[in-house]
């Protein structure tokens, strides 16, 4: 019996073509198999695209699509997103953040994310990770003195085992490769500084959930929660609080408000089971270092 890549437990597998169609359709996955685990429900590409195809995909056809998408005109600075507020304010229940406290974006977007955390932490150093050289040139001039790099290596460099506290992603891990991904939260644990928090969303749930939606491009990994909280115990984080939320961000201002709802009841459910396992935030996930 094959071994899950997700939740790492020996499970059957069922196999469907993935969806190809939507806005971001492609070329480059045609032909494309969804595998899905049996014992966690998460799934996965089998046979992804190659790193470069990825790469010139992103640059030339997925980037430029967003970069429409979000140039909307005579928007304010800086952007604001009931996302990344909850998610930082998630992250904000489970860690203390002194001042110059490192907070890493992993695929800031058009940087909401650096935005909140610019006026809901004290004082931060900003990093993220990003590849698009107009969302960098961005940045740099938004935020001035911002750490911006293309790999997680070079941020490892720049600030070594431990060196970072606050590390956010949304929207982000389900871009790459089931391989990938194990490497990067890896990588990611390294950089956790003691009691540092990890914050996390993710746009599916199961495949169960995700044969409603309409288009699978170009997301190659869909978590359930489930499958999320063993991948980021199995890379050595500790799992506070993973909680659905399909559907809510639909909800608007009241995104904030259902996402903390969610993790209020979690944690007095945590707190009543002592055998409960203890990260932060499917839908939302959030980890920590030990």
Not at 59 to 87: C, G, I, K, N, Q
Request: with cysteine; charged share 20%.
């Amino acid at each position: 019996m094959p071994t899950c890549p997700i939740c790492d437990k020996d499970a059957d597998f069922s196999i469907a073509p993935f969806r190809n169609i939507g806005q971001h359709a492609h070329p480059i996955f045609d032909g494309i198999d969804i595998a899905t685990c049996s014992s966690c429900r998460s799934s996965w590409a089998t046979n992804p695209p190659s790193q470069s195809e990825l790469g010139r995909y992103y640059s030339s056809h997925y980037a430029p699509a967003r970069m429409a998408l979000d140039a909307v005109p005579d928007r304010p600075w800086p952007p604001r997103d009931p996302r990344a507020t909850s998610l930082i304010t998630l992250g904000r229940l489970f860690g203390r953040f002194a001042p110059a406290s490192v907070f890493l974006d992993i695929g800031p977007g058009n940087g909401t994310a650096l935005a909140a955390a610019s006026y809901m932490l004290p004082r931060p150093r900003l990093a993220c990770i990003e590849y698009n050289e107009r969302t960098i040139a961005l940045f740099r001039e938004k935020f001035g003195d911002i750490f911006v790099s293309q790999s997680a290596q070079n941020v490892f460099d720049a600030f070594g085992p431990e060196g970072i506290h606050f590390i956010y992603s949304a929207h982000c891990f389900e871009h790459f490769t089931i391989d990938e991904l194990r490497q990067m939260l890896t990588c990611l644990r390294t950089m956790l500084a003691h009691n540092g928090v990890l914050a996390l969303e993710v746009p599916q749930a199961s495949i169960d959930k995700l044969r409603k939606l309409p288009a699978t491009v170009p997301h190659l990994i869909f978590f359930s929660s489930r499958g999320l909280k063993a991948l980021l115990k199995s890379c050595g984080f500790k799992v506070e609080l993973c909680v659905e939320t399909l559907g809510r961000s639909k909800a608007g201002n009241a995104y904030v408000q259902e996402q903390l709802r969610e993790t209020i009841q979690g944690s007095r459910r945590r707190s009543r089971d002592t055998s409960a396992p203890s990260t932060s935030v499917t839908g939302s996930a959030a980890g920590r270092g030990w």
